[in-house]
C-alpha cells in the first residue's frame, strides 16, 4: 500500500496497489471490493499498448500503464492498521464524467457516520467533491 494523505485522529488514507492488498479489503470489511479491482486491472490491461516490438520488452510501460488508467481503490486505517473505509475514486484521482465514485464502510455500511472528517480529507486532497449522496451506492 502507498501513503496517500492523512486523516483526523491519527487516520491514514493508503491506495491499494495489489491484487493482495485488494483482497485484504474483504475480509477486513466484508465487501467485494476485490472483484471491482480486479475487473479494473483486467480491463485496464486489456488497453494497454506496448510500445516496443520486441517480445521481452513489451510489458516494461504495463505499471506505468495500470498506475494511470485504472482507478484508485484506496482504504482509511487507523494507526494499528484497521480498516475503516474503502473509495474508489476515478484515475490519478482526477473528475472523469461518467465515472462513478463509490465509498463505503464495513459490510457496505455508510462511511459517512463517523468518518465524514476523513472523506473530506481525502476530498480536499484530491480536488474531488466526495458528497454521500454521490458516492455512497446505498444512500436511501
Known amino acids: 500500500m502507498k501513503f496517500v494523505c492523512d486523516g483526523p485522529n491519527g487516520t491514514t488514507w493508503f491506495r491499494v496497489e495489489t491484487e493482495a492488498e485488494a483482497e485484504q479489503e474483504p475480509a477486513l470489511m466484508e465487501h467485494a471490493v476485490a472483484k471491482h479491482f480486479r475487473r479494473a486491472m483486467d480491463a485496464a490491461t486489456a488497453s494497454y499498448k506496448p510500445t516496443?516490438?520486441?517480445?521481452i520488452e513489451q510489458n516494461i510501460g504495463l505499471a506505468a500503464h495500470l498506475q494511470k488508467a485504472s482507478?484508485?481503490?484506496l482504504t482509511l486505517r487507523e494507526?494499528?492498521?484497521?480498516?475503516?473505509?474503502?473509495?474508489?475514486?476515478?484515475p490519478q484521482g482526477e473528475k472523469q464524467p461518467g465515472f462513478r465514485i463509490?465509498?463505503?464502510g464495513a459490510k457496505n455500511g455508510d462511511p459517512y457516520n463517523g468518518h465524514?472528517?476523513?472523506?473530506a480529507a481525502l476530498?480536499?486532497?484530491f480536488g474531488l467533491t466526495l458528497d454521500r449522496a454521490d458516492c455512497f451506492p446505498y444512500a436511501g
Open 123 to 125: 476530498s480536499r486532497h
Open 71 to 73: 482507478p484508485l481503490f
Open 116 to 119: 465524514q472528517d476523513a472523506i
Open 79 to 90: 494507526n494499528d492498521g484497521t480498516a475503516l473505509v474503502t473509495a474508489m475514486l476515478p
Open 52 to 55: 516496443s516490438s520486441v517480445y
Open 102 to 104: 463509490i465509498i463505503v
